[in-house]
Each structure stands twice: as structure tokens, then as C-alpha cells.
């Protein structure tokens, strides 16, 4: 006898009368989670660069506020040494630069942070697209923002500066 498989014949009760199908699947997507929806806003994203910012500031801060201390011996008139104030005094004068200086980095990273990540969102639901021309128009919108007080050459300058510093990071990162 032959095994060739061309020539095999399956019984015929052993072929369904009929075949099993399946409908395609609904073209309806479930429901987003409404946590990916609060973390895709723009307000999400300018606060959660708002509380970046301000750690990156507060650190940056306190980094180059202990850089800033001045440890020469103040000289009076006649070149003579100004005494010394007592360690106590110098701690606490120390330490409130210190933390004014930690306040200014952590306010200022906060606002330019906020601005800037508040901004990119913007433009990125305006525009439909996620790429480098996001960043350079947000940058050279919170370099506008942020010189505006000064006037409108400021205005114009603080938006090459920032648009241009957005768009070397974007290829330094991107590369």
C-alpha cells in the first residue's frame, strides 16, 4: 500500500457539516484610563515642571551657594585685619545667604520649567506632532516671556537665545 498524503481520504464523518467563524473584532477601543488622561494635560505636565524645576533649583542653589562663600579676611582702612565676628554670627549670615540664594535658583528653574514644558505641550496638541520644532518655538516663547519686561529687542533676543539653546539640546539628546 501507498502512504503517499495526496491519496489519503479522511472519513467522511470525521469533516464538520459546517465551519466555525468568528466576527472580526469591534472596531471600538476601550476606554482610556482616565490617570493616562490627567498625565497627558498640560497643566499636569507645567506643574510636574514646576516641582522638577524647583528641585533642580533648590539644588543648583545650595551648590553654588556654598561655592559663593567668601573666605578671604575683610581688609579695613589702613590695611589692617577687620576682627572676626563670632562663629555664631557668621553661621547664621551664612546660612541665610545660603538659603537666599537656594530661594532664587528654585524660583527662577520653576518658572523658566514651567513655562517651557507648559509651552512644548501647547504646541505639540496645536501642531498634532511630537519633534524639534516644538522645542524651538517653546524656547523662544519663554525667552520672549522672560525678557518681556525689558522691551521688545530683549523680548526678540531672549527668543533666539532660548529657541537656539532648546534646539542644541534636542540634537545633543536625539543624536
Not at 490617570?35 to 545650595?62: D, N, P, R
Amino acid at each position: 500500500m501507498d502512504d503517499d498524503a495526496s491519496t489519503y481520504r479522511a472519513p467522511a464523518s470525521a469533516l464538520p457539516a459546517f465551519r466555525y467563524f468568528s466576527l472580526p473584532a469591534s472596531p471600538v477601543a476601550p476606554p482610556p484610563n482616565p490617570l493616562w488622561l490627567t498625565q497627558e494635560s498640560c497643566a499636569f505636565k507645567a506643574t510636574t515642571g514646576v516641582v522638577l524645576g524647583a528641585g533642580v533649583g533648590a539644588m543648583m542653589g545650595l551648590f553654588f551657594g556654598i561655592l559663593g562663600a567668601d573666605p578671604s579676611v575683610p581688609v579695613g582702612p589702613g590695611g589692617r585685619a577687620i576682627p572676626a565676628a563670632p562663629l555664631a554670627h557668621q553661621v547664621r549670615v551664612a546660612w541665610r545667604a545660603l538659603g537666599d540664594k537656594a530661594l532664587w535658583y528654585t524660583k527662577s528653574f520653576a518658572v523658566i520649567t514651567a513655562l517651557f514644558s507648559g509651552c512644548d505641550c501647547l504646541f505639540e496638541k496645536a501642531r498634532g506632532r511630537h519633534d524639534a520644532i516644538n522645542g524651538s518655538l517653546s524656547g523662544c516663547a519663554t525667552g520672549a516671556v522672560l525678557a518681556a519686561k525689558q522691551g521688545p529687542q530683549a523680548a526678540c533676543l531672549g527668543c533666539v537665545g532660548f529657541a537656539a539653546f532648546s534646539v542644541a539640546v534636542d540634537a545633543l539628546m536625539h543624536q
